[in-house]
């Protein structure tokens, strides 16, 4: 397809290395569909990456999309990349924007580290009373529902910042003894060897969207939707799609104890599991359907949703002693 006009792409992106090496990823996928694309990449530097609080109290993470999104609608840039697990499930499309494509999906795992010169190797060699560090809520849950004993704190910032803390190497409030990170943003940043337990999905269910990139542009803006259309992996957008109907169900947002994954088993069957947590991991309710019949990822979303409704999700996620 070599019929694009004659026009610039603008890529709106979060300002940090890891988002910056998405948009490098996706520039080469565009430029095997039309080699000679005219680039030009638009970070943003966001509010809630400036802000080094509990995303909460700033409004949640949907603030690391919502300034992009803005310069979309405005026409400022032509297409933006979003982590899909970064998009909130509580609130509607901004108006105007789609999702074109969606682009295969990375290794959904979480990884444990440990500060450099460390011998230990899993969390289960961790001694009571160990600082873990984490950004999400799921993963604190998660930690504390199998080590009740450990201290999980939330520190934010950029990965390899977040590792420098952990090494010692930056100014953190107290000593860290191990972290947790998703295996797929130390792969992009090329220092997947940091890692030395891999949960598997089963012991830490995934974020809603984990990852997945996910390119949006304005609807109207047909030769940009057709472009990223070519990119688009069928697969991953059911799966999204199954994970994302039961998020906003829930009515999720990005500090929500939500995970879900959703697969496609060998015969084509659709599987979504899907969970929600106390903050200290002490409740949680879970459920697992299979797509069946009409194997419609909505469909299932809702399913899967309903039941967790049911075991009293709401009241889980909102804290309300039961």
Known sequence: MNDFPARKLRIGTRSSPMALAQVDHVSELLRKIIPDLDIEVVPVTTEADKWQGDLAQLGGKGLYVKEIDTLLQHAQVDMAVHCMKDVPGDQPMPKGLIFAAYLPRDDVRDVLLFPEGSVLQSLDDLPPGSIVASSAVRRKAHVLRVRPDLNVVRVRGAVGSRIEKLDGKRKVDTRLDAMILA??????????????QVFSVDEMLPAVG??????ECRKDDDAVAYLLQQLNHERTMTEVTAERVMLHGLRGHCNSPIAGHCVTEPDGQLSLRGMVFSRDGSKFAHAHFWGEGMND??????RVCAELLRQDARGIIDGIPH
């Open 183 to 196: 295996r797929a943003g130390l792969e992009r940043l090329g220092i997947a060897d940091r890692a030395r």
């Open 210 to 215: 984990a990852g997945v990139l996910g390119l």
């Open 297 to 302: 990822p909505a469909v299932l979303g809702s």
